[in-house]
Each structure stands twice: as structure tokens, then as C-alpha cells.
């Protein structure tokens, strides 16, 4: 099981980076020692920063390589959401690396539960999902404003890496990374429905 990260695939994330737009998709892998259904996320000691964002989960239904966009909607059938934890190099003892800072353990915390998108009732790129920290709403996200939709990342990825049965796919971040802290607590729904929450400890 492969967990890939999508990196800076929302137009709003983009433009507050001042960046130009990507002409194809990056992303990253995180070994599945980083995946968690936890309710908390217990902060390690190897950096003094660490942030997270929210993102819209796919998981992978059958062995897929080269696949076509067209027939990409026939790979996957469910959604969740999940929270993407990073760290940063900034007050370590080590200038580590970007594997170390993105793919440590339990880094890739997922809903409990994956959705049938037919339940869902929506198209894969018109799904609302949030994020709530301390109770308040802090964002708001539409699948809508994806760059690289859906269909064209699992095509894309099968072009060099064969998808197999349960990889995930976290699609990417609409907002910018989140500082946590100790204490804090993060909710986040789809279509209204609480999915997730977790205590950073």
C-alpha cells in the first residue's frame, strides 16, 4: 500500500504562494508506517515546528498502470479526508531531510471511515470539505478548484507508478499549511459531515 501526496493542486493555495500555475502534477510518497486513524497526534521530539493540512482522500480499487483519464473513474469509489502532518527543519539538530520532515510515522492520519461517493451524492469535483481548529471554521474547500482534477492525477501517477489495490492518493491542500501546537483541536467535514477530528498532544 502506497500512501502519494499531491502537492499544490488548489488555485487558492497557488495564488497565495505567488507561484505559477504547475503544467502537471508533483507529488511525494509517504511509506505506510505514516498512516493513522488516531484521534491524536502526539508531537515528536526530533523538530520544534510541525503543520498539517486537510485534504480530500482516494482510495485506490484495483491494480491500474498508463490508465487513460477517460476510464481513471473506474479505479476508485470511495473518498475520505486527511490530515497531511510535516515538520520543519527550523529548530532541529540536523538539517534533515524532506523525507524525514514529510514521511515520519503516523504523519498521514485518515477519516476512520471511507464514503461511497455515490452516498455522497455529488461528482468527484464538486464535494465541499472543511477544517475547524479550537471550533472555529478557518477554511472552507471545493474539489471544484482543483488544478489537476481527480481522473487527471490517477492518470497522470499511472503513467510512472503502478496504482495498486488500497494505495491512497491525498489529492491536495486548498490552504496553506496550519501551524499546530499542543492542545490544539481539529475537526473536519464533508457535505457537512464530521469525518475526522483530532487532539494534537
Known amino acids: 500500500m502506497k500512501i502519494i501526496c499531491v502537492e499544490n493542486n488548489y488555485r487558492e493555495h497557488i495564488q497565495g504562494l505567488k507561484h505559477y ?3 502537471f502534477p508533483s507529488f ?3 511509506p505506510d508506517t505514516a498512516l493513522t486513524t488516531d484521534n491524536y497526534f502526539y508531537l515528536p521530539d526530533f523538530a520544534q515546528r510541525f503543520e498539517c493540512k486537510c485534504e480530500l482522500v482516494i482510495k485506490i480499487d ?3 498502470k498508463c490508465i487513460d483519464r477517460k ?4 479505479y476508485y469509489s470511495q473518498v475520505a479526508l486527511g490530515m497531511n502532518f510535516t515538520a520543519e527543519n527550523e529548530g532541529t539538530d540536523q538539517n534533515l531531510s524532506s523525507a524525514v520532515l514529510k514521511a515520519f510515522d503516523y504523519s498521514a492520519l485518515i477519516s476512520h471511515n471511507f464514503v461511497p461517493i455515490a452516498d455522497v451524492e455529488r461528482e468527484i469535483q464538486n464535494i465541499d470539505f472543511y477544517i475547524m481548529k479550537n471550533g472555529v471554521r478557518i477554511w472552507n474547500a471545493n474539489t471544484s ?3 489537476f482534477p481527480v481522473n487527471d492525477l490517477i492518470s497522470h501517477i499511472s503513467q510512472y507508478i503502478t496504482l495498486k489495490t488500497g494505495d491512497l492518493i491525498f489529492t491536495g491542500s486548498p490552504c496553506d499549511a496550519m501551524p499546530i501546537e499542543k492542545g490544539d483541536f481539529f ?6 459531515e464530521q469525518m475526522l477530528h483530532c487532539l494534537i498532544k
Open 71 to 74: 476510464f481513471a473513474h473506474k
Open 187 to 192: 475537526e473536519g467535514f464533508l457535505q457537512n
Open 62 to 64: 484495483k491494480v491500474g
Open 145 to 147: 478548484l482543483m488544478i
Open 21 to 23: 500555475f504547475p503544467n
Open 28 to 30: 511525494f510518497f509517504k
